[in-house]
């Protein structure tokens, strides 16, 4: 059977095509998915993809941004700086408290080291709605405080008349709510989605949710 020249241009544009899917899948494959704290075990300008929680968000002179990652339920933080790409800069979609996703190269020419990547490379897994929990907030709070957080929970009575808290479902941690124009009390034994600003009393110690909108 003879193939005719059109039919063989369009084996090889088809065949092309594959070939490329494929270099592309094995290339992407490739690129190992690592922990923050893994990050300085890599060598300068090896590639990396990392995913934690954002914990900060600087805005650059430059127009390029800092993105700081942190591991879920853990110390260890990363500053991703994010140059210009197709897509947007990370700071029109994502907040504090969302799980992100970045690729990126490695550099440890200084301690701690950083991650270099495209805002192509940023992703946001899930929303702080979804990430973070009043158990984590609670562990580790120095990472989240002075920040406006998203976050989900149960509010039950506080210690003291007229005090509510916000705790996960399973009771054991919980943060203290304070708000000027919600009326707590309606919300007793509801899950809401609370949007607030983390605090520490430096007097007492005590980690509080202030200026909190319930919804």
């Not at 059977?1 to 544009?13: H, N, Q, T, V």
């Not at 899948?25 to 923050?36: D, E, F, G, N, Q």
């Not at 000027?180 to 600003?197: C, I, M, S």
């Amino acid at each position: 059977m003879r193939i005719r020249s059109s039919d063989r241009r369009l084996f090889a544009f088809a065949f092309g095509a594959l070939l490329s899917a494929m270099i592309l899948v094995s290339s992407s494959s490739s690129i190992p998915t690592v922990a923050v704290h893994e990050v300085p075990m890599f060598e300068d300008g090896e590639v990396v993809r990392l995913i934690g929680l954002v914990v900060d968000i600087v805005l650059y002179d430059t127009g390029s941004e800092g993105l700081v990652l942190a591991d879920a339920g853990g110390e260890a933080t990363i500053k991703v700086i994010c140059s210009h790409g197709d897509k947007e800069l990370p700071s029109h979609y994502l907040a504090i408290g969302d799980e992100a996703c970045a690729s990126g190269e490695v550099s440890n020419q200084r301690m701690p080291p950083v991650l270099f990547a495209s805002s192509d490379d940023i992703e946001i897994i899930r929303d702080s709605e979804s990430a973070l929990s009043v158990s984590l907030l609670s562990q580790h709070w120095s990472q989240f405080e002075g920040d406006h957080v998203q976050i989900s929970g149960l509010v039950i009575p506080g210690d003291s008349d007229g005090s509510y808290r916000l705790t996960d479902p399973d009771l054991i941690h919980s943060i203290e709510l304070q708000s000027e124009e919600f009326d707590l009390g309606g919300f007793v034994g509801k899950r809401v989605t609370v949007h607030a600003v983390l605090k520490l009393d430096p007097r007492s110690f005590v980690l509080f949710l202030a200026d909190a909108a319930l919804a």
